[in-house]
């Protein structure tokens, strides 16, 4: 991608696939012999999400769960609203969250806690990028794609405002709010 004004890319596009990869080969061999659910987050998650499946290549259902934290601003307001709940039955099932981003971990924690209370057979959480230096809540990831700087990343389904996400690589946004 051919960097724009205020945009520096800090994954490309051929960075972001082999890691989607990787992910998608661990994910196929811990779930062997499963029916595995996957519960993408939206907006963000939703890129990811459609590669993943893609290298998975195995058998698998998919639903989706819609959490507003954020509002308009790029931080985290704390309270997590419940947009859209899953439609799936997640008892006795084996659930994978999929997120694009844990960044303070409040999301994240609340939506683990919200499903484990539908008694799964086990929920884990895959995200594509983790932002530590952010967490305020502490958080199990099982599957992660790369560890990133405590910037404002939009991108490969992350947003700024519904902005960005259509770009191919994974960017900083400078300068911008």
């Not at 993943?52 to 985290?76: A, C, H, K, T």
């Not at 799936?88 to 999929?98: G, N």
């Not at 199990?140 to 405002?161: A, E």
Request: glycine fraction near 8%; hydrophobic fraction near 40%.
């Amino acid at each position: 991608m051919e960097s724009q004004p205020g945009l520096n890319v800090l994954f490309t596009d051929e960075e972001i696939q082999a890691a989607v990869k990787k992910l998608a080969a661990e994910i196929r061999e811990d779930y062997q012999g499963k029916q595995l659910l996957l519960v993408g987050v939206l907006k963000g998650s939703f890129v990811f999400l459609a590669d993943l499946v893609r290298f998975l290549n195995v058998p698998l259902e998919i639903d989706f769960v819609w959490l507003s934290s954020y509002g308009r601003g790029r931080e985290n307001s704390g309270r997590i609203e419940v947009v859209l709940p899953p439609r799936c039955q997640v008892k006795d099932r084996d659930v994978l969250v999929v997120e694009d981003i844990v960044d303070s971990g409040v999301t994240s924690a609340f939506l683990l806690e919200y499903l484990d209370k539908k008694k799964p057979a086990s929920v884990r959480l895959c995200a594509l990028t983790d932002k530590p230096s952010r967490r305020q809540v502490p958080v199990k990831i099982d599957y992660l794609g790369f560890t990133v700087p405590d910037k404002f990343l939009v991108g490969y389904g992350l947003d700024w405002d519904e902005k960005f996400r259509y770009l191919p690589d994974i960017c900083v946004l400078e300068g911008e709010g």
